[in-house]
């Protein structure tokens, strides 16, 4: 089963690689690799706002951490044209707006991880971080990065 098959039997319609807020570029290759910079997590269309452990809750987050995935792989579809390309998703990191005594930070990272997961198969299976930190741009509860491997 494609790549593709396996959206559409999610539910999933890829996004269009959004605009940088700032001065950087969505996406780099070199060689097979291919880096992305980090997605901020969006409910409707609008920055997901919250704070883990302090206005939000972890279930709340891995939907949050989900749906930065779903960026990711509308990314991560523009800079390689096909993503039944991709050989294998290497790394993931995430950065989780969280209070200082919030701990399932890899429990929010999950959401990203299990959709990665039921999209590539075994070429999802990735390294990560996941990193608690106290404010993330405009508010964001969840911003994650993935590096990709392509065949």
């Given at each position: 089963?494609?790549?593709?098959?396996?959206?559409?039997?999610?539910?999933?319609?890829?996004?269009?690689?959004?605009?940088?807020?700032?001065?950087?570029?969505?996406?780099?290759?070199?060689?097979?690799?291919?880096?992305?910079?980090?997605?901020?997590?969006?409910?409707?269309g609008k920055?997901?706002?919250?704070?883990l452990g302090?206005?939000?809750?972890?279930?709340?987050?891995?939907?949050?951490?989900?749906?930065?995935?779903?960026?990711?792989?509308?990314?991560?579809?523009?800079?390689?044209?096909?993503?039944?390309?991709?050989?294998?998703?290497?790394?993931?990191?995430?950065?989780?707006?969280?209070?200082?005594?919030?701990?399932?930070?890899?429990?929010?990272?999950?959401?990203?991880?299990?959709?990665?997961?039921?999209?590539?198969?075994?070429?999802?299976?990735?390294?990560?971080?996941?990193?608690?930190?106290?404010?993330?741009?405009?508010?964001?509860?969840?911003?994650?990065?993935?590096?990709?491997?392509?065949?």
């Amino acid at each position: 089963m494609s790549v593709y098959d396996k959206l559409q039997a999610l539910n999933i319609t890829l996004p269009p690689v959004a605009v940088p807020a700032a001065a950087y570029v969505p996406f780099v290759q070199t060689g097979n690799l291919v880096f992305l910079s980090g997605h901020i997590a969006k409910q409707d269309g609008k920055v997901w706002t919250g704070q883990l452990g302090k206005t939000m809750q972890t279930a709340e987050g891995a939907q949050a951490a989900r749906a930065v995935a779903v960026d990711l792989l509308g990314t991560l579809h523009a800079a390689v044209g096909d993503l039944n390309k991709v050989k294998r998703i290497v790394k993931v990191m995430s950065l989780v707006n969280s209070s200082p005594d919030y701990t399932e930070h890899h429990l929010v990272t999950n959401g990203c991880s299990e959709l990665i997961g039921q999209v590539f198969g075994d070429k999802g299976a990735h390294a990560r971080s996941a990193f608690g930190v106290a404010q993330l741009p405009l508010g964001a509860c969840v911003e994650i990065e993935l590096i990709a491997e392509l065949a």
